[in-house]
């Protein structure tokens, strides 16, 4: 008989200083901690800053911290662009999350002031001017400028037959339009 005693292995496991331990996790939460304190603004817009909720101010387009995890929140609204909403028609690419498809069809059919249908397809452009205003003093504001546009558009071809609505009215249409627009904005 083979009389060899058997081989044990002695594995420690290795032991980390508590420090170490220590020290990477507040390493880790620092990283935390400024990742979530940075942000940038893009170019063509301005951002709102909100300190639990509450306006606190708009900074311009750059670099900015915040106070970290929560406390500040920031809304980035494009100041600087021209933002359009399409009405009665889709463009190919161009994906507004306030129409959906099958609105277009039911918003472009108007009855002109003659009551016959029309086909009315129109774009309206805006820019934001107050981004304050625009996140807080109205509830859905791109919504509210389509409800506002349509209703604009609707009263201002039922007074015209339907020959000026497709001929010779339309930049009469237009000014009209615009006019009423304001005048219950």
């Known amino acids: 008989m083979n009389s060899q005693s058997p081989v044990v292995?002695?594995?420690?496991?290795?032991?980390?200083?508590?420090?170490?331990i220590a020290g990477v996790v507040i390493i880790i939460l620092?990283?935390?901690?400024?990742?979530?304190?940075?942000?940038?603004?893009?170019?063509e817009s301005e951002g709102v800053v909100l300190r639990f909720g509450k306006f606190l101010k708009t900074v311009e387009p750059g670099l900015h911290f915040k106070l970290?995890?929560?406390?500040?929140?920031?809304?980035?609204?494009?100041?600087?662009?021209?933002?359009?909403?399409?009405?009665?028609?889709?463009?190919?690419?161009?994906?507004?999350?306030?129409?959906?498809?099958?609105?277009?069809e039911e918003e472009r059919s108007m009855v002109t002031g003659d009551l016959n249908a029309a086909l009315v397809e129109w774009v309206v452009q805006y820019r934001i001017d107050d981004p304050k205003q625009y996140l807080f003093d109205v509830r859905n504001p791109a919504q509210t400028l389509r409800d506002l546009s349509e209703a604009a558009m609707r009263e201002v071809i039922g007074d015209r037959t339907v020959d000026e609505v497709i001929t010779i009215g339309r930049q009469d249409i237009e000014v009209s339009a615009l006019a009423r627009m304001q005048e219950l904005s």
């Open 9 to 20: 292995y002695n594995f420690h496991l290795p032991r980390f200083p508590a420090r170490l």
């Open 30 to 43: 620092l990283v935390i901690l400024i990742w979530t304190a940075c942000y940038t603004v893009q170019a």
């Open 68 to 104: 970290p995890l929560g406390i500040d929140e920031v809304t980035v609204v494009p100041t600087r662009r021209q933002l359009k909403l399409e009405f009665g028609f889709t463009t190919p690419g161009y994906t507004n999350p306030d129409q959906p498809p099958k609105e277009a």
